[in-house]
T-cell receptor, first 116, second 112 residues
């Protein structure tokens, strides 16, 4: 099956710093990737849709200047949490769709962010 | 926005028992998916359903896409301890650009 990786798996940072999370599709090309955030004991909430070669589409209430998304290649999307604050602490998960027009999302293993 | 309803929030069963989970929606979805998530991991796709009425199996798992396209169920037969985890249903609506709407998940505990 399709494999999606994320790096790092967990990160601890000081308040005010920026953190970059990478999402890679390892054995397929992904024109579309998605970024989710999951708080403890809650469901996945979609933050944005990342399209290769174009600007990301953000969900309502998600600050695009705070959560910078870059999808520079067909196998890599990055999420940068800028000026992170403790309330940004969460589990960030990406997913990728295999091929153009594909329907099944394959999820990465997630990145645990803790902002002190 | 669209929401998927999953309840109860938690289920506790004995090893060997069968369990059924339901997912309902107030609106129609074209695709239903069931994922399992273990602590500290991303969701793993269990079963994908693409047609109303479709019944699909994956080992001990069976899922059905409701005729009305507003519901789906997942059955786990002969449960084992490694079935423990959070089970999410997700729906994809027409014209949604592949975006998924997730249910709140059901945490399954299996007593040995």
């Amino acid at each position: 099956g399709a494999v999606v990786s994320q790096h790092p798996s967990r990160v601890i940072c000081k308040s005010g710093t920026s953190v970059k999370i990478e999402c890679r599709s390892l054995d397929f090309q992904a024109t579309t990737m998605f970024w989710y955030r999951q708080f403890p004991k809650q469901s996945l909430m979609l933050m944005a849709t990342s399209n290769e070669g174009s600007k990301a589409t953000y969900e309502q209430g998600v600050e695009k200047d705070k959560f910078l998304i870059n999808h520079a290649s067909l196998t890599l999307s990055t999420l940068t949490v800028t000026s992170a604050h403790p309330e940004d602490s969460s589990f960030y998960i990406c997913s990728a769709i295999q091929g153009a027009g594909g329907e099944t999302q394959y999820f990465g293993p997630g990145t645990r962010l803790l902002v002190l | 926005g669209q929401q998927l309803n999953q309840s109860p929030q938690s289920m506790f069963i004995q090893e060997g028992e069968d369990v059924s989970m339901n997912c309902t929606s107030s609106s129609i979805f074209n695709t239903w998916l069931w994922y399992k998530q273990e602590p500290g991991e991303g969701p793993v796709l269990l079963i994908a359903l693409y047609k109303a009425g479709e019944l699909t199996s994956n080992g001990r798992l069976t899922a059905q896409f409701g005729i009305t396209r507003k519901d789906s169920f997942l059955n786990i037969s002969a449960s084992i301890p490694s079935d423990v985890g959070i089970y999410f249903c997700a729906g994809q609506a027409a014209g949604a650009n592949s975006k998924l709407t997730f249910g709140k998940g059901i945490t399954l505990s299996v007593r040995p």
